[in-house]
């Protein structure tokens, strides 16, 4: 077996570009947490999946870190306030909001808060039950609350009274019909809001998530909008209420530059207010600020090319610059990053529980048969005289004598034994293809992508896309995936990942490159009767609530780990996941009246003499114990 270093190893899945300090490969091939930052200590993951898989908490299991939040949270307000020291903005102040529709889990919201109290951090809410949810896990009276999106009455209402639990609450208009419920609640409140402004900036950023921006995005007022709402609230004597200005030009802002050009837009807006008697004291930067899944730093959609602290330091930068050159007082600053912050707080393990093909089928030594046709004895030969001098022209000889085959038994001129053997020989030959250009240095070949491709096993997973990442499915993400462990082995097996749901979009085929991205994962050989563990990385933004229940598949087991002064670990929160019955009644079945009914039929049919006494026992234990049972596959050697 080839072995690798560590360093290496970190090479070949991006570690160093990803982990953001957080993760790291142990000199023992295992990958590793540090919760507290790259100064702290770390946990091996591994080992603390063989911990718990010795008290019987089975993969697929999230595992999630409360010090990284805390220390995301600490980084994020430290960014800020360093950018506005060094831009010698005194007396200005950083009021970040965490908006929880990046992830509303009640501990993680609850983290949060708790960490950002000293920051006086607060919460961003976009529904009325997402508003319920801050006003219950942030007591915070100093931290801002801020509320956005689409509101009926009921939820402005409810707005305005949070305020006798805040001292600041901004309700941001996203549309300028808003005001006609607003005016009279607040002409009439004890305790008034702050007013705060949607923009609709014409500065968009590119991408996935590029509609979020722009002219055409859902959000935010227009130029002749604002001045609209800005006479209006004048007229209705509310003028002194509106003192923010908001923007959020998408999610994962890969370029640095796109989010320097909003800040600039919006500030320019901001003078000009403030020139025409708006006493505005906050400007909302909105969120944004990108996570480098692929680790290459670079404007890719699945990168970023700025660390937070350059995030900081760009906004404060440009905020200044325009207040300035406009004579005109620097504003407070109100930041909603979303992704950056609890990305790195989640990692998914699963176990790999079958690969495809089962069977590895050596070409047969023989060479073909006398009465093969031509283009099987053709394909016997490309696999003899394959090399350095024609790879090439015999992998495309290949493709096509494989091709021709096809025909053939499509016709019926070749039976399934003959198919089979040739198949054998072209996956033999796929196999040199990848070895001749790896030799000959020419992996950047369309060539040996398409070897690798036709080539790659499958390893089914013990997860459900559609319930973990799926981002993965829905806008074509990528998020760092490697092996939990045998790291340092070189990993010499091209893979990709299907899950074990009923779908076909339910598999991974796009994987993290430092160079793009690459059609095939490198995985190790799996060894019988040993688990083989995948670590899917930066899971903790967006897709907790983005997943959804597709074949039934629930939510996986849950530990949180955190890391004492001593370095030693300890899983202080076990969830499990959801049970069989749990899915049934999302989709409003009964499972007690279920558990009912089949014990009356498996009765029935032993009244009936169908089965005996003894059936009826082992159907009633199996039927109605599998009800409580996970949702997803269990160790083969329970
Ligand atoms: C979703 C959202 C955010 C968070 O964006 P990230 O890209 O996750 O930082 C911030 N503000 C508003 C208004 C949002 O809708």
Redesign the pocket.
């Known amino acids: 077996m080839a072995y690798v270093t560590v360093r290496e190893a970190e090479e070949t899945y991006s570690v160093a570009g990803w982990a953001d300090g957080y993760y790291r490969i142990t000199g023992a091939g295992t990958l590793a947490v540090m919760p507290q930052g790259a100064d702290g200590p770390e946990v091996d993951l591994h080992e603390v999946i063989e911990s718990l898989r010795e008290q019987g908490v089975a993969t697929p299991i999230t595992l999630r870190f409360p010090q990284v939040l805390q220390h995301r949270v600490d980084r994020l307000n430290r960014a800020f306030e360093k950018a506005l020291k060094d831009n010698k903005c005194k007396g200005i102040d950083y009021r970040g909001v965490f908006?929880i529709?990046?992830n509303q889990r009640q501990e993680v919201v609850k983290t949060l808060a708790q960490a950002g109290r000293k920051w006086k951090y607060g919460l961003?809410v976009?529904s009325k039950a997402e508003l319920l949810a801050a006003i219950s896990m942030d007591p915070n009276r100093k931290s801002l609350l801020v509320v956005?999106?689409y509101k009926d009455k009921a939820f402005l209402e409810a707005a305005c009274h949070a305020t006798h639990f805040k001292d600041e609450v901004i309700i941001?208009l996203d549309e300028v019909g808003e005001l006609d419920i607003l005016a009279p609640l607040l002409q009439q409140a004890e305790r008034k809001p702050i007013l705060g402004i949607?923009l609709k900036l014409r500065s968009k950023a590119p991408g996935k998530?590029a509609l979020?921006g722009g002219e055409r995005s859902k959000?935010g007022l227009t130029i002749p909008e604002v001045l609209y709402a800005v006479e209006r609230l004048r007229e209705d004597g509310l003028l002194d209420r509106l003192q923010q200005i908001?923007f959020?030009i998408?999610?994962?802002?890969s370029d640095i530059r796109r989010i320097t050009q909003g800040v600039r837009e919006a500030a320019r807006i901001y003078v000009e207010m403030r020139k025409m008697g708006v006493p505005l004291k906050y400007v909302d930067v909105?969120?944004?600020?990108?996570v480098d899944y692929d680790g290459s730093g670079s404007t890719g959609s699945n990168s970023a090319n700025y660390s937070m602290e350059e995030y900081a330091s760009s906004i404060v930068a440009q905020l200044k610059d325009v207040c300035d050159e406009a004579g005109v007082p620097m504003p407070h600053l109100i930041n909603?990053?979303?992704?950056?912050?609890v990305s790195h707080h989640a990692l998914l393990v699963v176990d790999v529980v079958r690969r495809v093909p089962y069977l590895e089928i050596e070409p047969d030594p023989d060479g073909a048969h006398d009465d093969d046709p031509t283009s099987l004895w053709n394909l016997f030969d490309t696999y003899r005289t394959i090399g350095p001098k024609n790879v090439f022209e015999s992998f495309h000889d290949a493709i096509q004598y494989r091709e021709d085959l096809q025909s053939l038994f499509d016709l019926g001129h070749l039976n399934l034994e003959a198919l089979g053997r040739a198949e054998a020989v072209f996956r033999a030959i796929l196999g040199k293809v990848r070895d001749t250009l790896k030799d000959e240095d020419e992996t950047e070949s369309e060539e040996f992508e398409q070897a690798n491709a036709l080539g790659s096993q499958k390893l089914v997973c013990n997860f459900s896309l559609f319930q973990s990442l799926p981002d993965v499915w829905g806008v074509k993400q990528q998020f760092p995936i490697l092996p939990l462990h045998r790291l340092r082995e070189k990993p010499e097996e091209a893979t990709t990942l299907a899950d074990i749901t009923c779908d076909s979009d339910g598999e991974i085929r796009r994987f993290i490159d430092p160079e793009g991205s690459r059609a095939s994962l490198q995985t190790h050989k799996i060894r019988k009767g040993e688990p083989y563990y995948l670590a899917m990385a930066l899971v903790g933004?967006?897709q907790d609530s983005l997943g959804d229940y597709h074949n039934l598949f629930g939510e996986t087991n849950e530990a949180w780990i955190e890391v004492g002064a001593t370095g030693k670990w300890s899983v202080t929160r076990l969830t499990p996941g959801s049970k069989i019955a749990d899915m049934l009644k999302w989709v409003r079945y009964n499972p007690a009246d279920m558990k009912d009914s089949l014990k009356d039929r498996i009765k029935r049919l032993k009244d009936t003499g169908k089965i005996s006494a003894g059936t009826a026992r082992e159907l009633v234990d199996e039927f109605v114990g599998l009800i409580d049972r996970s949702t997803y596959l269990e160790p083969a050697t329970a």
Request: glycine fraction near 22%.
């Open positions: 908006p529709k990046v961003e976009g956005n999106g941001v949607s998530w979020s959000f908001h959020h998408g999610s994962q802002i909105g969120g944004g600020m990108a909603e990053s979303g992704r950056a912050v933004a967006y």
